[in-house]
Every structure is written in C-alpha cells, then in structure tokens.
C-alpha cells in the first residue's frame, strides 16, 4: 500500500508528502526586514502550527539565548509586555482569531512589533499600521510551514540584534534536511524506508510522544502532525517532568493499553536523560507499551531538532494514509472558526 504510488496519489491530492519532501528549501528563503530595536524580552504570539517554529526556535536556542523568549498561545498577551518588548505576531492564515487578538494588546502597549504571515487580516493590518511583515510562502497549512517560520524568525532575531549569523545556521541545515528526506521520501521503498516501517507498526493506535529538553519541540509537532495529518488522537509529554507524574499513570491498570509510544532520543540532550530513558522503561515492561525509540541524527541541536521535526512529517502522513484520510484539511477546525464567527 505504501508502495503503490497510485494509491498514495488518490488519498494525497493535495501532495501532503510532495511538499514535505521539498521543505528542506524552505530553510534558504530570505525575508527582507528591516533594523529593528533590541529588545528586553520577546513574545511569539501565535496558535496551533503557526506556534510550532517559534516552539523549535526556543528549544533550539535555549542556552543561548540573553533575553527571556516566550511562545503564548492565548488571546491576551502576559502583563511584562511593554515597549520594550519584541512580540512577533505571527498566523499562517493571517486570520487567527487569537492571534489578531494578541496584535491589538501588542498595540495597546506600544511594543515593538513584526508580523509573520500568508496573508489575510494580519497583512493588512500591518501594512495599515507601517508594522514589518514577513509573507510566508504558500505551504497550504501551517504545520507545513515549520521550517520555512523558523528562517523567519532566525531573521528578525539577527535584525533585533539579539542574535548574530543566525539566518546563515539555519541554511546551513539545507543539504542536512534534504539528505534526511532522501531516506523517508514517498519514492523510497517499504524496506528501506524507516517512516513507512514506524507508521505501520503504529497504525490503529493512539500515539503518544516524548522528547527530552530539546527534543519536546520536536515531540509536540509529532503530536501536532498526527492530529491533523492522521487524523488521530496524541499526546506528547517532555522529560525529565515525566518521570515525577505521568510515569506513574503507566504502572496500573489495564496491561494492555491501546497506545503507540515513540521516545524522541538525542545525544544533543543531558546524558541523564537517555538514562531516565533507560530505567524508567526498564520499570515499565510489560505496563507501557513498548516504546519506539527514534534516535536523532545530525552533528549539533538544530539538525537534531530538524531530524526529529522531518521524521514525524512522513510517519504521520504515511499513517494518514493507511488510515485511508486525506492528510490536508482539517475541516472540523474550519468549521469551528465558522461558528465562532457566527457568536460575534
């Protein structure tokens, strides 16, 4: 089934797996923005996959990093958001309810502004008001615009001169993601093809997902990809905070638990997280399902982080299709939005 090209073209119309096999380019686009303000702290005010780069970005740089970076996924930003303050407003669609929400707050307090989107009401608003703004390239959904957001934020981290060379790492990681996608891509056999394997051993369950302090960005695209892509329920958890809660939801009843579980393992991370690993499912055999562990690849953090990310696309997509869905809308959420309107 995932071998037959054909079939894969008919449950895939919209060429989900095409546009994950060309996101390695994404990595090389440019953004023209201007001089801007060092900032005191930078908010990244976005939902769902508009939030997923700024999410990769904060693992990414977190031990480096001089200025507190914050993702908020809610309607009103935190009260420490001042002039100050950098808050990137970014929506794909540039529609989100929320996000817009968040752009007025940021007004409200005079911070320094930059808006990231396709299009919609965040473009015109910020033309309207002389804001900055980063057009994102037409990806078709946000979850596949991951890598192409991070470029843009690694651009108006260097022009914010809260980084420096920035822009250049992030393309840098350009032949490392495309010589990940030759190995995973739709054209690549069953055999040969470790995401084709993983998505059949998961197929029918629910998934669950863990990464460790870098990789949990990674983890909750996973999750995120899963939703929308498969069409399935997931959850995500990070370690080390696993092992002082949900690890003991694992220990009871029933044995048999309906779960996929997939462990994001790098050696980017602390030592003693591979061996929170190591023990905590040695305690759990035979309690939690056993896990699939998913060793990164890569010579630092963002290429680790970029596996992890690139990885999870394919799984999730090959798992749509043996699911027999379309991978590519995400009709209740449009829905949704629709009543939402209707409330106002």
Known sequence: MLDDQNYLNNLDPKGALDVAASQASQLAVKFDVTQL????????????????????????????????????????????????????????????????????????????????????????????????????????????????????????????????????????????????????????????????????????????????????????????????????VAFWNEWPEFNHNEFIGWSSHPQEKPFGVVQLVSDQEPLRIRDRYRISNKLLSGKMPEPHQVEMCGDNKLEHLLYGVVYGDFVTLYTAILNGVNPTPVDLVEKLKEELKQIN
């Open 37 to 232: 303000r060092q900032p005191k702290n930078i908010v990244l005010a976005g939902m769902g996959g508009s939030a997923l780069s700024g999410l990769i970005a904060q693992a990414w740089l977190a031990d480096e990093l001089e200025i507190p970076f914050e993702i908020v996924r809610e309607y009103e930003l935190p009260g420490y958001v001042s002039e100050d303050s950098l808050v990137i407003s970014y929506s794909y669609s540039g529609n989100t309810e929320e996000a817009l929400s968040m752009l007025n707050d940021a007004q409200n307090k005079s911070a320094q502004i930059v808006c990231v989107a396709f299009g919609g009401q965040l473009q015109e608003r910020a033309e309207e008001a002389g804001i900055p703004f980063l057009q994102l390239p037409d990806t078709g959904q946000p979850r596949y615009a991951a890598l192409v957001g991070l470029q843009a934020i690694a651009h108006i981290f260097d022009k914010s001169q809260v980084t420096n060379g920035l822009v250049h790492r992030v393309s840098d990681a350009q032949t490392f993601v495309d010589s990940t996608i030759s190995h995973l891509a739709k054209d690549v056999p069953l055999d040969k093809n470790p995401a084709k394997k993983l998505a059949l051993e998961l197929a029918g369950k629910s998934m669950v997902i863990f990464g460790g302090p870098l990789m949990k960005a990674a983890a909750y695209k996973w999750k995120i990809s899963f939703n929308e892509n498969a069409k399935n």
